[in-house]
């Protein structure tokens, strides 16, 4: 189960790096349209639309590679057993709202592909395509903390707190 894991979280994360280039190919473009006196439409727009899918998508990975930010102010005064305890509610509870989240955004993507909503710009690009990578995103994100929260259920450290512990010590 854990090398199926790993695997959805290098998607997520390749996935979410391919939208980052994205932008950065989206500005050059733009940038060396302006010298040539070419206009490049709606290109603010769809890096927008690659912001938002390359934040989402980054989510889960940045969390199971404990670099996503996590405010430690009071579980590190807390001792082993009422940690765990804390750890255990506050995942299950963003497990809950993080699939909540994902379950919304998904129903948003169909009903943009089902309606053909598109954004307003020059170009008219189909919203359910960002949509739906904000919602697999989410859904990864969702994973990532059952993964953890199962952990602390089985008694395991998460593996996002080992390197949380290393990275305070430097």
Not at 60 to 76: D, E
Not at 107 to 132: C, K, M, N, R
Request: include cysteine; charged fraction near 15%.
């Amino acid at each position: 189960m854990r090398r199926s894991l790993d695997y959805l979280f290098k998607l997520s994360a390749a996935l979410a790096a391919i939208f980052l280039v994205t932008i950065a190919l989206l500005i050059l473009a733009q940038s060396l349209g302006r010298v040539m006196g070419i206009a490049v439409h709606d290109a603010n727009e769809m890096a927008g639309f690659c912001l938002a899918a390359g934040t989402f998508l980054a989510l889960g990975p940045t969390l199971r590679a404990g670099t996503h930010i996590r405010v430690l102010i009071v579980l590190s005064h807390l001792k082993s057993g009422p940690r765990r305890i804390m750890e255990g509610i506050t995942l299950a509870a963003a497990s809950f709202l993080g699939g909540y989240f994902a379950y919304w955004m998904a129903v948003l993507a169909e009903e943009s592909f089902s309606y053909g909503d598109t954004s307003p710009g020059v170009l008219a690009f189909p919203l359910w395509i960002p949509q739906s990578a904000m919602a697999f995103g989410l859904i990864v994100f969702s994973v990532a903390m059952l993964e953890a929260l199962f952990d602390i259920l089985r008694g395991r450290q998460p593996g996002f707190a080992s390197l949380e512990a290393s990275e305070l010590t430097e």
